[in-house]
């Protein structure tokens, strides 16, 4: 057994049966298609890599042989390989100004630009000097790719360069290429936990890690849909998010009237509010805190859109189902996701999904994973 084989399908099986024909343009980034190939294989891929004799000056065929499995392709061959091997994607990554402007003029003079005519989906990460990257006829030639239905990986602009996108973003978005449906919805995403101020320092808040948001925002993504967060810790970089610290600014984003076809708020948010004093309160001195009911949000976000989720943590598991179905009923949600306090912090989690019409089911397993059945419900 090769050994990429031990590792596919380490992540998830998102990719299991799917075939991506990796194409390697000469360039520096060179040194990260290792990684990227791998990480690919991790979440199921088949990955064939084809490079470019500049990309052999930068990185060896042998060692994208060992990374894959796959002997590299540096040339066509009798066997044909741009027509007999059916592959589901063309990622080229990096994708030079030269290897770019090749495929939008539609010349081959290479196995990785042959394989380009005969690919149904294309996604390409530039990588290049900014200079080379805003001239203009390199933008027409982006412009021309766009056109004919080819997807990018917007390249990282800094020190005079349009540096290829991390690794993290390219496999995202390989991901969206071939999973997304047509016509992605668009979907908030709230996590994370409030904070309230007792003072200028200090703060009473809620446990929450935030990995509940993230699978979700991520899978979303993946699935094509247009996503958005509001979370109090960071998010992927591609993810578009607002931050909040407190029920305040959570309040003060909702104001802002925004539309979506579903709203998912998983956040710890805080069920008490503080009248905050000024200053630091001095250390060792007693102090007695007044607790006022927070304004609830969820209710807030029924006028937002079409399908509201929420969640609710229960202490154990006898009390999951009675209080998410009370949560349906008393903020007129479309489902409540019930889950029990073993679950913060934790990679897992077990849920219970209840409607309007009742207790829908319950699942458990990785937060990757259970966040693909609660999408299921938009």
Known sequence: ????????????????????????????????CVKLARQLI???????????????????????????GNAAITGLSGKTEHVSIDFDLLLVAPCTANTLSKIALGIADNALTTFALTARKMLLAPSMHLSMYENEVLQRHIKRCRERGILFVPPEMGERKAKMAGIERIVADSLRALRAGRGGKRVLIIGGATGEPLDDVRVITNLSSGK????????????????????????????????????HDLL??????????????CAAISDFTVAKQKGKIKSGKKMTVTLEPAPRVNPLLRKMAKTVIGFKLAENESEVIPRATELVEKDDL?????????????????????????????????????AMEILDLI
């Open 42 to 68: 991790r979440h199921g891929a088949e990955v064939i890599p084809v490079m470019t004799d500049e990309a052999c000056r930068f990185i060896s065929p042998m060692t994208m042989e060992f990374a894959t």
């Open 1 to 32: 057994m090769h050994p990429s084989e031990s590792i596919k399908g380490a992540l998830s099986q998102k990719l299991e049966g799917r075939t991506i024909v990796l194409g390697i343009s000469g360039g520096i980034a060179c040194v990260e």
């Open 252 to 265: 003060g984003l909702i104001k802002r009237e925004r539309t979506y076809d579903a709203v998912i708020n």
């Open 334 to 370: 479309d489902y409540a996701i019930g889950n029990t306090i073993e679950s913060l912090g934790s990679d897992s989690v077990r849920i219970w999904i209840v409607g309007k019409k009742g207790p829908v089911r319950e699942t458990s397993g990785k937060k990757e994973e259970v």
């Open 212 to 247: 509940m948001a993230r699978a979700l925002a991520m899978e979303a993504y993946e699935r094509g849909m247009d996503v958005e967060a509001w979370a109090s810790f960071p998010m992927p970089p591609y993810i578009t998010t607002e931050h909040f610290t407190s029920i």
